[in-house]
Structures are given as structure tokens and as C-alpha cells.
């Protein structure tokens, strides 16, 4: 049996050590990319590829354990199947949203099997408490953004939003500046939301929220004279007789 010697040793430890920075350094890219979310490890566990994501159809009773009842799935939101006959679609449709806005965007809940953090609210709840708590989330959120931008944006409509077990809420929501044009701008902010009333809620980020990425590549096109010179160009080709 061979004893590895001083020197192997020494470059064992300086690979892992440099396999750890880069570790490091691949987490901090990534957290600036996705922001407070993934921060908090709310977006973290959803980025890999899960095995039935091959799986063209997967049969609802693989997302439920027999033993699943009420009182196993008491965060889920109400208005939420207690068992979805459509579970896979369900599924899929919570990883896209996850992974494309970072939760923002999240409007269904899956099944027990594949745990969330995400607790949608309907932006329209009747709840009084949960409304209120929404409420007061939104307008410290565009008080902070006014004060850190000189903007003067004024509450308009809810969007989204999504409470996390965190005490985390996803705020999407729409706002206008009467200084300027009233014109709408979609918003997305976090907010933390203290267990005690005497504490003061945080505005962890918040960002205007981005277009689609059709919208976007129409914008770029639009703002590309190059681009715009060769439509009028073919559109006028198109339309001559000769």
C-alpha cells in the first residue's frame, strides 16, 4: 500500500480548495442573476433537470402518497385541489414560472411530493388580513421605490403575488406617475414581511418587470435603424408594380 507523500497531499488540498472557489464564485454569479430569490434558496432547488420532466405523461397517483390528506397539505392555499387529477401539467407549469421569473410569476401550487415554498395568493382575496398585510407590503414597496428613484408612482392594481413560508412576499403590480404621463409601469417587488407587528418591514429588491421575449426582440428590431431601413425597403419592393 502506497502512502501518499507531503506533496500529493498538498495538491489534493490546493484542487479542492480551488474547486470550492470556484464553487463560490459560480453561487455569487448565480445569485446575482437571480436576485433575492435564489438568495434565500427559494429558487435554488427547482434550477435542475428533475427525471419525470423526460416523461410525456405521468399519472397523478405518482404525486400522492395514499397516507396525503387534509391535514398533510394544511399551507396549501384554499381555493387548491386537494388532489389534482392534472397534477403533471400542474407540476410543469410551476417549474417554468419558477425558473423563468424566479417565482415571481407563480399562480398554482404542486402536489406534497414536490415541496414549495410558493404560497400563491389570489390578488383579489376576500381575506381581510391576508388583503391587508398585501396592501401594506405594496405601498411600503412604492414608497421605498419612490424614495430611491424621485419618481412618483402611485398604486394602481395587483398583478401577482405570492407569500413564501419565508415570510417572503413576490409582489407583481402595476403603477403610474402622474408627474409624468400616467403611463403604467409593472413592478416587481420582494418584501419581507416581520412575524412582529412592531417590526419594519424590508424591501429586499425590486425591478421593473421585464417584457416578454418576443415583446422584447420587437423592441430591439424597432430601435435597430438597419433593420427599420430594410423593412421599408422590402415593403416598398413588395408594393411596386414594375
Known amino acids: 500500500m502506497e502512502i501518499p507523500c507531503e506533496a500529493e497531499k498538498r495538491s489534493s488540498k490546493e484542487i479542492e480548495a480551488a474547486a470550492m472557489e470556484i464553487a463560490a464564485a459560480e453561487m455569487e ?3 446575482k442573476k437571480r436576485g433575492a430569490p435564489f438568495k434565500y434558496g427559494l429558487v435554488g432547488p427547482y434550477l435542475r433537470k428533475f427525471a419525470f420532466e423526460d416523461r410525456e ?17 394544511e399551507d396549501r392555499p384554499a381555493w387548491v385541489k386537494l388532489r389534482d387529477p392534472n397534477a403533471h401539467d400542474v407540476v410543469k407549469r410551476f417549474l417554468q414560472q419558477v425558473r423563468e421569473s424566479n417565482g415571481y410569476d407563480v ?11 410558493f404560497l ?14 398585501l396592501m401594506r407590503a405594496i405601498h411600503f414597496a412604492v414608497g421605498k421605490i419612490n424614495a430611491e428613484t424621485g419618481k412618483n408612482y402611485e398604486f394602481v392594481k395587483v398583478e401577482n403575488a405570492v407569500f413564501t413560508r419565508s415570510s417572503l412576499f413576490l409582489l407583481t ?6 408627474c409624468v404621463d400616467s403611463s403604467l409601469e409593472t413592478l416587481r417587488a420582494m418584501v419581507f414581511i416581520p412575524y412582529n407587528d412592531k417590526e419594519e418591514y ?4 425590486w425591478m421593473y418587470k421585464p417584457l416578454p421575449a ?8 424597432a430601435m435597430d435603424p438597419e433593420k427599420t431601413k430594410a423593412k421599408v425597403c422590402e415593403s416598398t419592393n413588395l408594393g411596386s408594380l414594375d
Do not use: G, Q
Open 29 to 31: 454569479i448565480e445569485m
Open 107 to 117: 399562480d398554482c401550487f404542486p402536489p406534497p411530493k414536490l415541496w414549495s415554498p
Open 173 to 178: 403590480f402595476t403603477v403610474k406617475d402622474h
Open 57 to 73: 405523461h405521468v399519472p397523478a397517483s405518482e404525486y400522492y402518497d395514499n397516507s396525503d390528506s387534509d391535514s398533510d397539505c
Open 202 to 205: 424590508t424591501l429586499e429588491e
Open 120 to 133: 400563491p395568493t389570489k390578488p383579489d382575496t376576500k381575506d381581510e388580513r391576508t388583503r391587508s398585510i
Open 214 to 221: 418576443t415583446a422584447t426582440e420587437k423592441l430591439r428590431e
